[in-house]
């Protein structure tokens, strides 16, 4: 009785199954007996005569033997069919393999008949190879059946190679310039029997050609990449030999170029990719921008070279211009300086760093600061007057580098002032109806009356108007920042209002651009040198720290400390939202709106605008920094003009929506969120139904990041105190209330008029 043994084993393409053989004698019994007979043989199984079938065939067969057992079994697979083969691939039993298994899994070749289809957005080689399978038994006494045979057609697909570094152009079929010498990098996938079931392809090669005519000349008008798709012949000679996909130290799959071979500067090239899977099929098409590129071997090809600083923001250079990127700041800021560098988008790669403060002679090593290192990437500083500038050297693999340049310009601080108002709301003198928004003339008296309780405070010299007086909505310069102990800055929501848009708007490091004008943030200087700030306006949409936010980010709620570019999934990757200044200085680490644009998660489905309206703000007496200010009024309701029947806030037809929330619970508890420690909220809302997510949460803070720090004043009183915070304009509420507030944070400021 035949038995099954071994297990169903693979041979490559080479035709060499990997089986373990047992062995199939070929004696034959010796002495009298009757005539032995042969054995048979047949196929139970394997792809239908004559049909086409992937490169990996598995076949099963049977056998007996009428007077005996059946020893082993012999196969053999070869190109073409029956009649077209050639006939010495089975002549002898050393063409022959043995196996004691019923079935077995073949990889045969395909690497003919190769023709292009389409998949998607990508065209790939189509191979086939037609093949014919023999098998026959062996019996015990080493007598032959007849074979048996199958002829089938072997198919695969070619793999697909893209080129990923250089990083390709957004218009594909750009030549684009690089540098002397250049990292290539490319990524490739083999489709087992279509683009979606990939593996890794076994091999890669590459080449290199000057962009010449087939009779060596240079021809602007000649199309390189179509002559080696039509004509692949005449670049054979270009490839490198075969590399294996897996190869140690990523080999097969990166190289340089420049390094050891000679490219023609100013001269245009091509450079592509082949793979090979392990049926022989090759990538045979060549697209532009996808598996071979066009470049220009370019002589200005400088790296990038980014400069960061946290409170300078972010400055880019390329190339050695000399000229510097000036900046105003106060005397004892200490600056921590951090480098950058990208040669990718030319296929270079950075080596090394070098900087000096005020480098006299850039040819004398000892005007530096440093050696050109790979480890240098910052430096810090603190400087107490005149003027000081950084250099910086980026240098690549090529010896291209760039040179970068920021000067410092140290001013008085002198703080010899008590209060400055900012007045940044701007409005109009329009009549005056359903007070949603106050008048230009109402919100300055406001203002002007709550600041003259400080003592000293005169309006002609202490009020910066943002939208007159030839401002133009720019900034106060930091020399008049410099002055004072104290600032109050009011702001508002409306896109023209842009002073504090620019001073807190925060840029990553991956969307600093070259030469781009980024206004220094000198309120989070001010507060690190002991001044006070009181910051309150118009919150609602782009208003409070939503302006520090590029407005395709404005989706709400958001952590500041990792979705500072929009809402995600997860606090992996880019966290430099820590920096910013409503992360670092005010300790917000979620922001929230009343009115804005909100998250589409299914979490978000309890936000209703006039659920979650405020209604009236309660002092947080829980907070111990909060505590320590008494006379704090309990609560904050709104004014009672503001609420008149049919006014825009009368609470019968909507509740007060102007407001920003910091770290609402509801959603700190949905994406396991924790409160910095220094986080203290001095007042929280109610809104109009307490069923809203929004109830309890914080909507004015105490700012004690700096509460300790006395300023180092010119003249007067210089105390340590913290800042405050309302994400909301005062404008809008009690009188009585807001007074009393104010007089609380200047006698903590040491400025209450007496």
């Known amino acids: 009785m035949n038995s099954k043994i071994g297990t169903r084993l693979l041979f490559g393409a080479t035709l060499a199954i990997l089986v373990a053989v047992f062995g199939c004698s070929e004696d034959t019994m010796i002495g009298a007996g009757t005539a032995n007979k042969s054995p048979e043989v047949w196929l139970s199984s394997g792809p239908v005569e004559g049909t086409t079938t992937g490169y990996q065939v598995h076949f099963y067969w049977g056998g007996w033997d009428p007077d005996g057992e ?16 050639h006939r010495e691939d089975t002549t002898g039993l050393d063409k022959w393999r043995k196996s004691s298994s019923f079935d077995s899994i073949f990889k045969v070749s395909a690497d003919d008949s190769a023709k292009e289809v389409d998949y998607g957005n990508y065209a790939y080689t189509h191979y086939s190879k037609t093949h014919t399978f023999f098998i026959r038994a062996v019996d015990l006494e080493g007598k032959r059946s007849d074979p048996v045979y199958r002829s089938f057609t072997a198919w ?16 594909r079929n750009q030549t684009v310039s690089l540098g002397k010498v250049i990292k290539w990098e490319w990524r490739g996938t083999d489709p087992i029997d279509s683009p979606e079931n990939t593996q890794d392809p076994d091999s890669i090669r590459y080449l290199y050609h000057q962009l010449i005519t087939p009779s060596g000349n240079d021809s602007s008008e000649f199309d390189i990449i179509l002559d080696l798709n039509e004509h692949p012949w005449r670049y054979e000679g270009d490839w490198s030999p075969w590399i294996s996909y897996r190869a140690p130290g990523d080999s097969g799959r990166s190289t340089w170029l420049g390094d050891d071979e000679i490219l023609t500067l100013t001269k245009a090239h091509i450079f592509a990719v082949q793979a090979k899977d392990e049926a022989g099929a090759v990538t045979a098409i060549f697209t532009r921008g996808v598996n071979v590129r066009q470049f220009i071997v370019s002589v200005t090809a400088f790296p990038f070279l980014t400069i960061t600083e946290p409170y300078l923001g972010g400055f880019r250079f390329t190339g050695t211009n000399l000229r510097a990127e000036k900046r105003d700041l106060p005397p004892g800021v200490p600056l921590n300086f951090r480098f950058l560098g990208d040669a990718s988008e030319y296929g270079g790669e950075i080596v090394c760093f070098q900087y000096g403060w005020d480098v006299a002679d850039l040819n004398n090593p000892s005007d530096w600061g ?43 601080f002198t703080m010899d002032r008590n209060l400055l108002w900012v007045d940044d709301f701007p409005s109009s003198n329009f009549s005056q109806q359903d007070y949603a ?63 504090w848009d620019d001073i807190v708007r925060f840029t990553l490091e ?13 309120l989070s200087i001010f507060l690190a040198k002991g001044g006070h700030l009181l910051t309150e306006g118009r919150s609602d949409r782009t208003g409070g720290f939503a302006a520090m936010l590029q407005s395709n980010a404005m989706v709400f709620p958001l952590n500041l400390r990792c979705e500072i570019t929009g809402p995600r999934e997860g606090c992996e990757g880019d966290t430099s939202g820590v920096y910013s200044m409503g992360y670092r200085d005010y300790c917000i680490t979620m922001l929230d709106k009343v009115t804005g644009t909100f998250r589409s998660d299914p979490d978000m489905r309890m936000r209703r605008e006039q659920l979650d309206a405020l209604e009236f703000a309660v002092r947080d007496d829980a907070d111990s920094f909060t505590a320590d200010m008494p006379g704090l009024p309990a609560t904050l309701t709104l004014w009672e003009e503001v609420t008149k029947t049919d006014r825009y806030f009368d609470p019968r037809k909507r509740g007060f929506n102007y407001v920003e929330i910091y770290d609402p619970q509801y959603w700190m508890n949905q994406k396991q969120a924790k409160s910095q420690g220094c986080f203290h909220p001095m007042y929280r809302m109610r809104s109009r139904n307490v069923v809203s997510p929004v109830n309890n949460t914080a909507i004015a803070l105490v700012v004690t990041k700096y509460a300790g720090i006395v300023p180092d004043v010119g003249f007067g009183p210089a105390v340590a105190a913290p800042s405050a915070h309302f994400g909301f304009e005062l404008w809008f509420f009690n009188r009585a209330q807001v007074n009393a507030l104010i007089d609380v944070i200047f006698e903590k400021w040491g400025i209450k008029a007496g």
């Open 370 to 412: 440093s050696d050109c290192s790979p480890f240098n990437r910052g430096c810090t500083a603190i400087w107490y007057s005149g003027v000081h500038t950084l250099f910086v050297r980026c240098v690549d693999n090529s010896g291209s580098e760039t040179l970068g340049l920021i000067e410092i310009n140290i001013v008085p």
């Open 70 to 85: 059946i020893r082993c079994f012999e196969y053999v697979v070869v190109d073409g069919y029956p009649l077209g083969f």
């Open 156 to 171: 695969t697909l070619a793999p697909f190679i893209e080129i990923t570094m250089p990083r390709p152009p957004s218009n």
């Open 510 to 522: 991956s969307q600093i651009e070259t030469g781009s004008q980024l206004v220094v943030n000198y």
């Open 437 to 499: 928004m106050p008048r230009e003339d109402e919100h300055d008296a406001f203002w002007v009356a709550l600041c003259r309780r400080a003592s000293g405070f005169d309006p002609t010299r202490d009020v910066y108007d943002a939208a007159s007086g030839g401002s133009n909505f720019s900034p106060p310069k930091i020399s008049l920042i410099g002055r004072y102990k104290n600032i109050v800055w009011s702001y508002s929501s409306d896109l023209t209002s842009i002073c």
